[in-house]
């Protein structure tokens, strides 16, 4: 199960610090971990945060009614 305290706030910032199973990971613009301390999660592509994705995609896109021109290169 994924937790958050943040679960629903807005906010402005930047990561400086990552801590992984209680280690600093990220620190001073730097990955600081070692080979093979890393743990292999396996999950589907494209997970369910991509669904629907590409509807609203489309949908903000036909949204703006611009004209489309493109040129077209002639070869003498």
Do not use: C
Not at 47 to 56: A, E
Not at 62 to 68: E, G, N, Q, R
Request: charged residues 25%.
């Amino acid at each position: 199960m994924d937790t958050n305290v943040y679960e629903g706030w807005v906010g402005k910032g930047k990561v400086e610090v990552t801590i992984s199973r209680g280690k600093v990971v990220w620190e001073h613009d730097r990955l600081m971990i070692e080979q093979g301390s890393g743990k292999y999660i396996s999950m589907p592509p494209f997970g369910y945060l991509f669904d629907g994705i590409d509807k609203i995609d489309s949908t903000y896109l036909s949204s703006l009614k611009a004209p489309v021109y493109r040129e077209v290169n002639q070869i003498p």
